[in-house]
């Protein structure tokens, strides 16, 4: 299978060549954009990218596998992540994962039958002081307790 941006994609990706002195540069935000495009970086957007910025897709694939927020298979509909870091493990974290676990059906790194739920276990969000938090999809929920993941959850379409 061979991927490429769209028409717009292709436009974006040229915006953001502009702002940066060096191709190689661009990964992180090109990554992001063949995630939006694409639902994940695959191992062929890694390439498509690598041959877009100049660079090899091992190195490509070095920065997709360091940064947590860039998915390297299909996740759900609804991308749920919770963290699990000192803090929010002190505030009852692995509680939590585990009653979403039970809620949803689905085991950290597993996605319902349904696509709509994936759900994962993540080392930091970066909102220790309003820990324990959960990130779906694009948006933080801080202060959690199992109530109020049950109707963050709940309301979701």
Same mark, same amino acid.
């Given at each position: 299978?061979?991927?490429?941006? &769209? ?34 970086? &695959? ?13 090899? &897709? ?12 860039? /998915? ?6 609804? %991308?749920?992540?919770?963290?699990? /870091? ?8 692995? %509680?939590?994962?585990? %009653? ?36 779906? /999809?694009?948006?933080? %929920?801080? /202060? ?14």
């Amino acid at each position: 299978m061979s991927v490429a941006f &769209s028409g717009p994609g292709r436009e974006e990706f040229d915006r953001l060549l502009t702002r940066y002195p060096d191709g190689k540069a661009a990964i992180l935000p090109a990554l992001y954009l063949a995630q939006k495009e694409f639902g994940y970086v &695959s191992d062929e957007a890694i390439v498509y990218i690598a041959g877009l910025v100049g660079t090899s &897709s091992a190195e490509v694939e070095g920065v997709a596998t360091f940064y947590t927020m860039y /998915n390297r298979k299909p996740v759900g509909k609804y %991308h749920v992540q919770i963290c699990r /870091n000192i803090s929010c493990s002190l505030l009852g974290a692995e %509680h939590l994962i585990e %009653h979403v676990s039970k809620k949803l059906g689905v085991r950290p790194g597993e996605t319902t039958p349904d696509g709509k739920f994936t759900l994962e276990k993540v080392e930091c969000l970066g909102s220790c002081g309003t820990a324990p938090v959960m990130q779906v /999809n694009d948006e933080y %929920h801080e /202060n959690l307790t199992v109530e109020s993941i049950d109707r963050i959850l709940d309301q979701l379409p």
